[in-house]
């Protein structure tokens, strides 16, 4: 069994963190815990874009020093981009140990709609299993409904579920028994 360490990147809500942690538990053999460390996301900001580098963001996570056997995942509230997107909900090293997701963009108040905190819980269950998914080694899914398909809208998150299709499940468990 492997375990997640979240990680605050700024200001983020106690309650969608001790939810977040629960998700991670029910989903995949690990342990997950809040770490009392925090991660400020200002030097990661873009004054010309007016949102944060998801990449300088992930390297300070990884600068906590997460041993081989855990995985870091930073939860924040403010929008990320990378460079050859106009946004991203979140990024992950590929077969790495750091994570990173945005609530911001998963909120309804992010598009001028009334708060909706079961709809954001959701969201943020499958972007978080789906980032943690980069860094058990896979890709993007072609199937609709797996928690891996890659998403560039919400309307595509929402459809998607909070599950890894049959394939990616076989594949998430492979990686974690090279792990044991």
């Known amino acids: ?63 906590l020093g997460p041993r081989p056997d855990q995985k870091i995942l930073g939860i924040t509230d403010v929008d ?31 598009y001028g709609l009334a708060p909706d905190k079961k709809l954001l819980y959701a969201r943020a269950e499958k972007e978080v299993l789906h980032e943690l998914g980069h860094t058990l080694g896979l890709v993007h899914c072609r199937s609709l409904e797996c928690v891996m398909r890659f998403s560039n809208s919400m309307e595509e998150v929402d459809l998607k579920s909070s599950a890894f299709c049959d394939s990616c499940a076989a594949l998430a468990r492979k990686a974690l028994a090279r792990r044991d």
């Open 80 to 110: 990320l981009f990378i460079p050859i997107f106009t946004f991203v909900f979140g990024e992950a090293q590929l077969g790495g140990r750091a994570a990173l997701v945005s609530v911001r963009r998963l909120r309804q108040e992010f």
């Open 1 to 63: 069994m492997f375990e997640v360490q979240l990680v605050p990147v700024g200001p983020v809500d106690g309650a969608l963190l001790e939810f977040i942690a629960g998700c991670i538990e029910d989903a995949l053999p690990a342990s997950s815990s809040v770490r009392d460390a925090r991660v400020r996301p200002d030097p990661a900001f873009d004054p010309l874009r007016g949102q944060y580098s998801s990449t300088e963001i992930l390297a300070r996570l990884l600068e």
